[in-house]
């Protein structure tokens, strides 16, 4: 007997305290990320982000919970990051995360969404996209832990 499955999540992550501390160019941190969302069996369809945040959605497989797949991606590539010196201002990435599942039928909008971070953020602080999305989410806010 054969399973069946399709489940993509739309994660987004940010940095220690929101700070801008990765550099313009981060395709050093994509490219590791994505080697450690292939080494979880995994299939990253499409990351990017801006200094302060990173974007991905992502196929992860059932065989990893998403808690257990997020901390390992935050956990080794930020150690990596740190190690490889290529981003002297980052510190960590911050607790906690956003993953939101989502439907075939918002793939491609999604795939352009995080395509263009660089330039939606020329209009939405992050701020204020990550609270929109969570509201379009129907994820309740707590203030006390937003963006720490």
Not at 55 to 60: E, F, P, Q, S, T
Not at 82 to 105: L, V
Request: with cysteine; aromatic share 14%.
């Amino acid at each position: 007997m054969t399973s069946y499955r399709q489940m993509y999540y739309h994660v987004i992550f940010h940095t220690k305290r929101n700070k801008p501390s990765l550099n313009s160019d981060c395709k050093d941190v994509y490219n590791y990320l994505w080697g450690i969302v292939k080494n979880k069996k995994s299939k990253l369809y499409q990351i990017n982000g801006i200094e302060n945040h990173i974007h991905l959605l992502v196929d992860i497989h059932p065989t990893n919970a998403v808690a257990d797949f997020m901390q390992d991606l935050k956990a080794y590539s930020s150690a990596w990051i740190k190690k490889s010196k290529a981003h002297p201002n980052f510190t960590g990435w911050a607790d906690g995360y956003g993953c939101f599942t989502c439907s075939i039928h918002e793939k491609d909008r999604l795939i352009n969404y995080i395509k263009g971070q660089k330039e939606h953020h020329k209009t939405e602080t992050f701020e204020d996209e990550y609270r929109r999305i969570l509201i379009e989410n129907g994820i309740e806010i707590d203030e006390r832990y937003f963006l720490k």
